[in-house]
């Protein structure tokens, strides 16, 4: 069964509404003028005008008496004319700042906007890679690198919307990548990327061995680990696999959501790249999907991660690099590697947990 048919079976869910019970806790001046607003979008709608982020002005250092916002400081400038929200930014409890990055969120999207999501190590960033090239016209000068491919499909990392903020300059569609979204009900355009969770797992055990720098783990004890949720591969425990792809399966029901099998995209990327582009709303030039493919081989991925290295392992962004020989972000890829690696004791236990959903996206087990 096809995912675009497994999503169109899932029940309809309701939508999540911004809290608003939280706002209590801003300054009493700041509740009166928020009065009648049925929710914190109303109140971003009061006046458009207002919600287009500010450049961060440069200078000397602001002092303390002076609430501006200095360089490094998220401009809170959209959702207040006066600034009487910059200066509580700082000391909001935790229920009120989580409203306020949301809003912030909303002012900050595009209805263009397209986010490529996916549980670690389904194939994102390839597909990112690739979408960069064939958006960039098939990227003849090679500006586009596995090191540098934030610069077109930036990142988002947990809840803060900076990243959206930052990204002011790009053309229409924008793209941004996050394994864990915070506020996926305001996406206006989702890609999710699904794959076989035994090759997720595989892959996600080695990149657990390079972040963590922990040899001792096995493979086996890893997929034990990461079935009770204990597994901290990232700066973030990731959710499982079969609750995120659930969750997206449902939503694909009732929104603009896209639904890509990694495996799909390994038999035919040229077929693949050009739907996705379809659904991007974005105009590609005659050949850039082609040359997009052809730089989108393992092979031609792993000798560049060689030369410039790849976004994941790099420190911080800059030089230093966490990958060594043997343990490249870059492996084969292939489909059914899995098999020459996960233990069987371990592949039971995946096909175990995971059954019912494997087999309605048609991942059957060797048993």
């Keep these: 069964m096809s995912l675009a048919r497994v999503a169109a079976r899932r029940r309809l869910g309701p939508v999540r509404r911004c809290p608003t019970s939280a706002l209590g806790a801003l300054p009493p001046r700041r509740q009166s003028r928020m009065a009648g ?70 002012a900050a999207i595009r209805p263009s906007d397209v986010f490529l999501v996916g549980h670690p190590k389904s194939g994102n960033t390839w597909l990112a890679y ?58 206006p355009n989702t890609i999710y990327v699904v794959r076989d969770p035994r090759s997720v797992l595989v892959s996600l055990y080695h990149h657990y061995l390079v972040r963590s720098e922990d040899q001792r783990m096995t493979l086996g004890a890893f997929v034990d680990k990461y079935m009770t949720d204990d597994v901290d591969a990232f700066d973030w425990r990731p959710v499982r696999w079969d609750k995120q792809v659930s969750e997206w399966l449902e939503r694909a029901s009732r929104a603009s959501v896209f639904m890509l099998s990694y495996e799909a995209l390994h038999q035919d990327r040229v077929r693949v790249l050009g739907r996705v582009g379809e659904f991007c709303g974005a105009t590609i030039p005659e050949g850039a999907i082609e040359l997009a493919a052809r730089r989108g081989r393992f092979e031609a991925m792993r000798s560049e991660e060689g030369r410039v290295g790849a976004e994941p392992y790099l420190v911080d962004f800059g030089d230093d690099y966490r990958a060594t020989e043997g343990n490249w972000f870059v492996r084969d890829g292939r489909i059914d590697g899995w098999k020459d690696e996960l233990p069987p004791r371990a592949r039971r236990a995946i096909e175990g947990e995971f059954r019912p959903l494997m087999d309605e996206l048609g991942y059957r087990p060797l048993d």
């Design 130 to 187: 690739m979408l960069a090239i064939a958006l960039r016209g098939g990227d003849r000068e090679g500006r586009v690198t596995m090191a540098n491919l934030k610069t077109v499909i930036p990142w988002i990392h947990g809840d803060h919307p900076t990243e959206v903020l930052k990204s002011k300059s790009l053309p229409n569609p924008r793209i941004f990548r996050q394994h864990a979204p915070t506020y996926p009900d305001l996406y």
């Design 37 to 106: 607003c049925a929710d914190v979008a109303s109140w971003r709608h009061r006046d458009p005008a207002r919600s287009a982020p500010q450049p961060v002005r440069r200078g000397r250092p602001r002092s303390r008496r002076d609430p501006r916002p200095g360089p490094g400081m998220l401009r809170w400038t959209m959702l207040d004319e006066h600034g009487a929200l910059r200066r509580y930014v700082r000391r909001l409890p935790p229920p009120v700042l989580d409203v306020v990055r949301e809003t912030a969120f909303r």
